[in-house]
């Protein structure tokens, strides 16, 4: 598993989607962290879901807001704050995730100050979940997809 993670991270460096700080660390936890194998620790992380699925779901959770105000914000924020140390890669789609939601909420409020804007604000929020669709799918497919246009708040 670790092994996994190595590789993923260092093609994620490679590609430029995280700084070599960011892989320092990143690598450091990695290799700092207890093997459950080893340990015989029992602990299920991920809510004893697969990586992917669980990636996809929180991509997916930013819908909730359409049912329940603010679960669209909070869901998903719970989900990478619960489980970001125990996965390099939930803290990263989680990053992604927070940093994406601000952007477009940003986009979205200087657009609909303006009469003209507001228009625009409508296709900026359908063309927002379209990029949660496709962040989703390329989760569960195990891909790491950096949604276009982010403001990066959180490194």
Do not use: C
Not at 7 to 23: C, M, Q, T, V
Not at 119 to 146: D, H, M, R, T
């Amino acid at each position: 598993m670790k092994y996994e993670d190595l590789k993923i991270l260092d093609e994620l460096r490679e590609k430029g989607s995280i700084s070599e700080e960011e892989y320092q660390r990143e690598k450091e936890k990695i290799l700092n962290a207890p093997d459950p194998a080893r340990t015989g620790s029992t602990k299920q992380p991920l809510f004893g879901m697969a990586e992917n699925t669980y990636l996809m779901l929180m991509h997916l959770t930013q819908f909730a807001g359409a049912i329940i105000p603010l679960a669209g914000f909070i869901v998903p924020i719970l989900m990478w704050t619960t489980n970001k140390d125990v996965n390099v890669n939930v803290d990263l789609h989680g990053k992604n995730i927070l940093n994406a939601m601000i952007s477009y909420a940003i986009y979205a409020a200087v657009l609909a100050i303006t009469i003209i804007g507001i228009p625009v604000a409508v296709v900026l929020g359908i063309v927002y979940a379209v990029f949660v669709i496709l962040a989703s799918v390329k989760a569960n497919n195990g891909e790491y997809w950096k949604y276009p246009f982010t403001i990066q708040f959180i490194k």
